[in-house]
Structures are given as C-alpha cells and as structure tokens.
C-alpha cells in the first residue's frame, strides 16, 4: 500500500487491440500493391499481422531472414528446396510464388545492391501473373527511387493511452505470477502518469519501461517518473541533436528572477494539466541577457518548476555538412520533443544557429530558420520552449516578433540584494558558513559582477584558502574580487549598449 494514498490493484486487462492497423495492413494488400516497406521494430507483431491477413484472405504465407532462410507459416507450404540466400529468396518468388505473401526481415542493406533491385522491380512487374506481395520489414527501409511506383509505405502506428494502459496492466500481472500472485499496487494519479510517459514509444519499448518502473518492489510512484523519462530519451534520442539535462535546478537555486518566477508559476497548471477551452497553452520565453546572469540555469529552473523534463538542442550538433541532413537533424530534434512532451526544449544561445546574415551557406540558415518558424506556430504538443540569446541584434525579426514568444525577459546584471543571495547559495553549496561573512561588503564589492564572475570569485578564493591550509575569509573573498574585471568593466560599452536596447523592450526578471 502507498502511504495516506488511496491505492489501485492492477488487474489483467486482456491483449492489445491491434484490429486498426492490422485492417490498414490488410486493405494495401487487397488493393494489390507488389511492395510494401514496413519502417519498425516490432518484427513480431508485423509477421503475426501477416500470419492473420494471410488466413483471412486464404493465402499462404511465408518470413525470410538471412539466418534462417525461407520458412512457411504453415507447415504444408513448406518449400521443396532450401532458401537461403537474399537472390535465392528473390529468384523463389519471381519463379515459384502463387497468391502468397513473404515477409522478409531486415532485408533492407540489400536494397543497396542494383541486382536485388532489379529482381524486386521484376516482382513487381510480374505482379498479375502471380499475385503475391513482398512484405519489407527494418528499422529503417530506404525504398530506391525505380521501386517507389510499385511500394506502398506502412507504419505500424504507435499505441494509444488507452493500449499503453493495457501493456502496463499486463506487465503487472506477469510480474505478480512472477511473484506468488502478489498485487502491484499504485495510486489512479501515479498509473496515468506512467501511462502517460509512456507515450511515443512502441508497444515493445513501453513494456520494457513498465517492467522497469515495476520490478524493483512492485509498487508505481509519482517518484519514478523522473528515471522513467531518462530512459524514454535513451530509447528515443539515439541519433537526435537533442541532449537530456538530467539535473533541472530548481528556482531555490537562482539569486533573484523573481518575475519571471511567478510568471512561470502562474502557468504551470494550464502548462501540465491541458490549457483551459478560453486560454491558449503557455508556448514559451526568450531570455535574452548579459553573459553569465544566469539564463541557462533560468532555463533548468523552467522545467524544474514544470516539474517536466528539460531537452537541449545543440545547434553545434544540428548542422551537418551533407546537403539535407542539417533539415533532416532538425526535424528529428522537433519529432523527439513531441514524443516526449510535455517538456520544455531549450534553444542555447539561438542567435548563433539563427543568424542569416551571412549569405554563403547556399540558403542553409533561411531554411532552418523557415522550419523552426513553421514549426514554432503549428505544434500541437505540450513542448515549451526557452530560448536564451546573449546578441539579439544577430536574431532575424520574424524570431522576435510578438507571438513566436509569450515573453521576451532580460536577464540584467544581479543588483545588491540578488548579489547577496547569490554569495549565500554558492558559499552553503561549498559548505561555507554564510554567518562568517559580511555580505553588505560583498554586495558593494561585487557591483557590475554576474552571478557565474562571483561563484568564480568564490572558487578562486577557496583555493588560496587550501593552499595556506586554512579555511576561508572575507579578506580572501574581497581580494578575489578585487582582482576580477568583470565582463561589464571588460567589455563595458557592448554590456550598456544591450541593456539600453532593452530597457522598454524587454520585462525585466526582477
């Protein structure tokens, strides 16, 4: 039982229902297409389809894989010969087949061969003279443009809420046979919320995940979530531009901001639990501000109060020098967001993906920019996005206009009380007692400094601290800051010039 919760007893709920797909399924192949090219990893649930559709429509019905060559689904349809190798497989079918349909698994490295391409392009011309369909089956089945005319493309679709519910109800009650027919028990709040993080996934990888979430005692809590979306990106975010930011601050973290605090607080509800019929859903900020005030950690703290995961887009890792794989990068980035959502995407330093100015990248960043705009205004999923900027001069207008952003927030050098709780959060994160130092002295001392140019002051007088063997004083602290040229004393007329630009541009944080 969950303490002063009251608890829900998962029981079996019956196998997944797969009649909508298998239907699709079945409809291409009446419609006598020669190909079919199935992109998923759900071998098993695609070759039992088959096995189905061949029964219903009285056809026989084989699978191929390179280990085990040509096997029947039922025994009587078994080949003479052994059928082994990728041209035998094809040969069989353009000489022997009739009214049959053959599933090959992982034949997509083959589709790379002109030979084998050329036997699939007779099958499928031949197709009135033997009427049998080729099932392609991969993770990934680049289809060559001389079979397009003749392939139909097939997405197994992913689960529903409705059957990822099921998968997680079943994987309890293997888990109880497993377990002396003990109960896993969970509360309706923690079992849609796995439910609901399972979303995006395939039937096999949700099953995984619930396994997961069960095992370890056999009990679904609100606490287990956070690891079950780590591991959803693992699965989901092999090949993205997208990185996981497995430790989201929270606001409790971050000397002053508070503005934007509430505002994030304010919309947190409408943000998780679905906007209300009269109000739109929070889309996103853009935290534009001095270098080192502390914008990425605005960005962590955002899906911290969301209480969401956080994703990152890399723009260093977006672009790639191969024509169309920058475009291809981005939308993987916006498919994996989606899938994960709700969650809060944070574009890094923007400008430096978005800057169109230059004109010698054949168009490259018009059409990024184009994408994310498009983008921007048509997603339907729960992703908010923070965007930081530190140069919004290099940012095009269409990205700053009113409306791609709910808000525009400047992020301005720290005044005397945010410094001053600024040296109270990094000296106690150092095990420093904040009650050993006079923080008006070092307020005064550390105006013009941002809060990253004091933690750093901090560190550096840590270190000379350790180096005469003794603990840290004020007097150490106020030479480290004597020493520093903060960045508005270094590069003072950049760091005005911004802040003038947002003064009655931008809403202050504070």
Aim: glycine share 6%; charged share 25%.
């Amino acid at each position: 039982m969950i303490a002063n919760q009251p608890s829900v007893r998962l029981a079996h709920a019956g196998s997944l229902a797969t009649e909508s797909p298998l239907r699709d399924l079945e409809a291409i192949i009446r419609s006598r297409t020669p190909l079919i090219a199935v992109e998923s990893n759900e071998e098993p649930q695609i070759v039992s389809m088959v096995r189905q559709i061949a029964t219903r429509l009285q056809l026989k019905a084989f699978r191929w894989t390179v280990t085990e060559g040509l096997r029947a689904f039922d025994p009587c349809d078994q080949p003479q010969q052994s059928v082994f190798k990728s041209p035998e497989i094809l040969g069989y079918i353009k000489s022997s087949a009739k009214h049959s349909l053959f599933v090959l698994l992982d034949f997509h490295p083959f589709l790379q061969d002109a030979t084998h391409v050329r036997h699939l392009k007779d099958i499928a011309l031949n197709y009135p003279n033997h009427y049998s369909t080729v099932v392609l089956v991969g993770y990934a089945v680049q289809v060559p443009e001389e079979l397009r005319p003749f392939t139909a493309p097939f997405r197994l679709p992913l689960p529903t809420l409705a059957e990822l519910r099921a998968i997680v109800i079943e994987a309890a009650a293997d888990w109880g046979a497993e377990n002396g027919q003990r109960e896993v028990q969970t509360t309706n709040k923690a079992l849609d919320l796995l439910v609901r993080n399972l979303a995006g996934l395939t039937a096999t990888d949700a099953r995984r995940l619930a396994v997961k979430a069960i095992s370890d005692d056999g009990v679904i809590t609100d606490s287990e979530m956070p690891e079950v979306m780590r591991a959803k990106y693992e699965l989901l975010g092999r090949d993205s531009p997208l990185s996981f930011e497995y430790e989201t601050a929270r606001f409790s973290e971050i000397g002053g901001m508070r503005r934007l605090r509430a505002w994030l607080e304010m919309r947190k509800s409408f943000f998780v639990d679905g906007a209300q019929a009269h109000l739109d859903p929070p889309r996103g900020v853009l935290l534009l501000g001095v270098q080192g005030c502390g914008k990425s950690l605005a960005a962590k703290a955002a899906a911290g109060i969301f209480g969401v995961p956080l994703l990152r887009l890399d723009f260093g890792v977006l672009y790639n020098k191969y024509y169309g794989e920058t475009e291809r990068n981005l939308r993987k980035a916006f498919e994996t967001a989606e899938i994960m959502s709700p969650c809060v995407l944070w574009m890094d330093e923007i400008e430096k993906g978005l800057a169109v100015g230059d004109g010698d990248d054949d168009g490259l960043s018009r059409r990024i920019l184009g994408a994310l705009l498009t983008w921007l205004s048509e997603r339907r999923k729960p992703v908010f996005i923070v965007a930081t900027a530190n140069d919004i001069t290099r940012l095009p207008p269409e990205m700053v206009r009113k409306g791609r952003f709910d808000e525009i927030f400047f992020v301005d050098l720290p005044a005397a009380e945010n410094r001053r709780e600024i040296l109270s959060i990094h000296l106690s994160k150092r095990s420093l007692d904040p009650a050993q130092f006079a923080f008006d002295a070092l307020a005064e001392a550390t105006t013009g400094f941002s809060g990253s140019e004091i933690e750093q002051a901090i560190v550096s007088a840590m270190y000379t601290a350790h180096a005469q063997g003794r603990g840290v004083k004020q007097a150490d602290l106020l030479a480290e800051i004597q020493q520093t040229r903060p960045l508005s004393v270094v590069m003072a007329e950049k760091v005005e010039e911004l802040r003038v630009w947002a003064a009655g541009r931008t809403v202050a944080c504070d």
